[in-house]
């Protein structure tokens, strides 16, 4: 619906940012205030259970974004009987560069955003796809991104966040109402490799594209020893004239909570499994003519299916394997023993290797992979006595290029046992003030080198309380102490605790113990949304935005306010927050940059001008009216310069709208073109409280010749069908040097 048109829910967060920052100059003049696009001090901060969900749909992230939602193929089969669930996904990202360090200055407009539900078959029922638009702090360290979805049967929420060049940000969680997520996307080291001849773990050499990393240094290989991940890849497994490929590759070690956190979807394989992962990767791989491996692979696997189907013999693309060697990391090692041979029907000492559906969000048996040490010897089935801090395993995986269908890659063992014993910690989740952490996303591990249980990924529920269930790798083993991760979308810190697990606490009678975490307490703010008429305004935007943005970066919320016009959200408690209503807010700055400040809400248990009830929890806000001017922005196609493309924004029903602008040349004052045109109610398309409506008219306004590019502003305004007016802004900058 609204995805191409980038740059329009850009600019909105742009005028959101200089408001936040005490409002622009009356110039109008759209260049300076586009630079501000990074300067947004609204923030986050995580939910709270005092607010439940009948209550008001909260969001930890100051965001607004736009997106298309589809109901995939599958849905019409739900029984329409059964009341449809409602997801709220939100939180903050940040953007690394290899060595971890925040981006401030990383663009965001080919970060796409996708959230899904899926029901118990694993099908897709219902996919929001969005870009992730605005920052969360002055530094432009961090970015927000929420969604809200619905829809009848969901039991599972897949998340994927994506940006070329960067590892993905993927998560699977059981149906939850509120999920809140520190996510982060690494830059991946990348390298130029062209054929050589190389020598894997085990003594075989391979003609082909290889090319190994190793903290976090990516590069052309002579042979995979000492390195955490080599690819070998023959020259018969690529596109025909491949003289070069573009490698981009990174190993993650998840026994440490650090590069856990990186690990994508649930730790459970499609057919129901628990997983132990023993190291997993990520590769991003094209040729040198810009064709991406994951496409090869596709082909290679619609012919072999294609074939299968037919009854006929695969004609096979390449009889040469790609070749994996990945590094065992020393803690995982520790659980070799434990877990031993995963195959007895091949040779040697087996691994098995998933690789990742992005769908499901579960993870999918490639093969198995033999066990070798570090002077090439294969590992015999029934070996015990590893010496893991002085011996280096690496593992040997042979497999087609249908590898590289998915990104991620994962050495895992299935925990499948007779007799599982399942070790357990029922948890809740407080602030410093003693607010339950609603949706909070947490990951327990084993907290020394000798894993002695399998580690997870949790959510917290309505009331902040955490059910962790996990598998003992040996019902001999009595370690019963772990570690509580949790990525706090306050400040983007990896927050941790210990806790100890038990098999009692598996009963559902087990006492709940409550778990502090460094989160400043927190406090309620509630109120109400109306109509010109005084009817509710549901679906509207509120937004806390902190009065001090350079003490309280990350302080800031927001809440969409139900059919009854209501709403409430979590703030720090003690602290001066401006309220306002994004629908009004953004259209009348249009028109008075100067605008007078929002009304101040600081729950302190002394009641304000602006509150109406405050006893130091929270606070009871005086009523806001929204405005329902509609207003819009011109600017040229991003895909046809000869194009203008009008945005048009209302929330009102008194329908047609009509547009009338002139281009002006900025430097004489002078109109250039004038353009007007209506535009009827069947055109618009909705978004939360908004409707959105674009229309595309041919400009032909020529480049001068004596200059290579134009600049020229717009002035306009736009009319509803009550003569309500706002109004039109926007520019023309073209090139003679833009193809």
């Known amino acids: 619906m609204l995805i191409k048109h980038i740059m329009k829910p850009a600019l909105l967060f742009s005028l959101l940012s200089l408001g936040a920052c005490g409002g622009g100059s009356g110039s109008g003049k759209q ?34 974004i736009s997106s298309s939602s589809s109901t995939q193929p599958g849905s019409s089969s739900i029984s329409s009987a059964v009341a449809a669930a409602s997801v709220k ?17 990383s663009g965001t407009d080919d970060i796409s955003v996708e959230i899904s539900l899926l029901n118990e078959q694993q099908d897709v029922i219902k996919s929001n796809r969005s870009q992730l638009l605005g920052s969360v702090g002055l530094d432009g360290s961090r970015h927000g991104f929420s969604d809200q979805l619905s829809a009848s049967g969901a039991a599972f929420v897949v998340v994927h966040i994506a940006k070329p060049g960067y590892t993905d940000f993927a998560r699977r969680f059981e149906f939850a109402e509120t999920i809140e997520l520190s996510a982060e996307l690494l830059e991946l080291p990348e390298a130029r490799i062209s054929a050589a001849e190389a020598q894997t773990i085990s003594g075989v050499t391979v003609n082909g594209f290889n090319v190994s990393v190793s903290d976090n240094s990516l590069g052309e290989t002579g042979n995979a020893l000492g390195e955490e991940l080599s690819v070998f890849i023959p020259q018969s497994a690529l596109p025909a004239g491949t003289d070069s490929l573009n490698v981009r590759m990174k190993a ?74 990945r590094l065992v990391p020393e803690e995982s090692c520790n659980s070799l023993a434990v877990m031993g041979d995963s195959d007895k029907s091949l040779d040697g000492f087996q691994i098995p290797v998933y690789t990742y559906n992005p769908t499901s969000g579960l993870w999918d048996l490639l093969g198995q992979g033999s066990l070798f040490d570090e002077a090439g010897q294969i590992i015999p089935a029934d070996f015990k006595s590893f010496a893991c801090s002085s011996v280096s395993y690496t593992l040997e995986i042979k497999v087609t290029n249908e590898i590289f269908i998915s990104n991620w890659w994962n050495l895992d063992y299935p925990l499948v046992f007779e007799e599982p014993q399942t070790v357990c910690a029922n948890l809740k989740l407080l602030d410093e003030g003693g607010l339950p952490l609603v949706g909070a996303y947490a990951y327990v591990s084993d907290d020394d080198n000798d894993r002695s249980f399998s580690a997870s990924s949790f959510v917290t529920d309505a009331q902040g309380q955490l059910k962790v269930s996990l598998v003992r790798l040996n019902n001999d083993d009595t370690d019963s102490s772990a570690n509580l991760s949790v990525y706090s979308v306050v400040d983007g810190t990896l927050l941790q605790k210990p806790i100890e697990l038990s098999t009692a606490a598996c009963a559902n009678t087990a006492p709940v113990v409550p778990v502090t975490l460094s989160i400043p307490a927190r406090c309620t703010l509630e109120g109400k949304l109306l109509n010109p008429d005084s009817a509710p305004f549901s679906d509207g935007l509120i937004i806390a935005y902190p009065e001090n943005g350079d003490e309280f970066i990350y302080s800031g919320s927001y809440a ?73 922005f011109v600017y040229v196609a991003g895909d046809d310069n000869s194009l203008l493309e009008i945005d048009l924004y209302y929330s009102g029903k008194n329908f047609p709208v009509v547009y009338s602008f002139d281009v002006i040349d900025t430097r004489t004052s002078q109109v250039i073109k004038h353009f007007e045109g209506t535009v009827e109610e069947n055109a618009f398309e909705s978004f939360g409280a908004m409707r959105s409506a674009t229309v595309s008219i041919k400009h032909e306004v020529p480049i001068p010749p004596a200059n290579e ?4 502003s717009i002035k306009g305004e736009v009319i509803d069908g009550k003569n309500t007016k706002g109004v039109l802004q926007g520019w023309i900058f073209n090139s003679s040097n833009i193809e």
């Open 31 to 64: 260049e300076s205030s586009l630079s501000s696009s990074s300067k947004s001090t609204v923030s986050s901060s995580l939910s709270s259970s005092t607010i439940s969900s009948s209550q008001s749909s909260i969001s930890s992230s100051s965001v607004l």
């Open 89 to 105: 996904v939100s939180g903050n990202l940040s953007i690394k560069d290899e060595n971890g360090v925040v981006q401030n200055d």
């Open 252 to 325: 993650y070690d998840p026994t440490q909570p650090e590069e856990a956190a990186f690990f994508p979807g649930a730790y459970e394989d499609s057919d129901g499994n628990k997983l132990l992962s023993i190291a997993f990767n990520y590769a991003d791989i094209t040729t040198d003519t810009g064709v991406s491996l994951r496409q090869v692979a596709q082909k290679t696997r619609s012919e072999r299916i294609k074939a299968q189907k037919s009854g006929r013999q695969q004609k096979t693309q390449a009889a040469d394997p790609v070749v994996i060697n």
């Open 560 to 632: 969409y306010t139900k059919a009854d016009g209501t709403y409430a959200m979590n703030l720090f408690c003690a602290q001066d927050y401006r309220i306002l209503d994004y629908t009004s807010w953004v259209s009348e700055y249009l028109s008075d940059p100067g605008l007078t400040k929002q009304p101040l809400a600081n729950v302190n248990n002394i009641k304000g001008a602006d509150e109406i009830v405050d006893d130091g929890k929270k606070v009871q806000f005086k009523d806001l009216t929204v405005s329902l001017k509609p207003w819009g």
């Open 709 to 712: 590019y134009l600049y020229y």
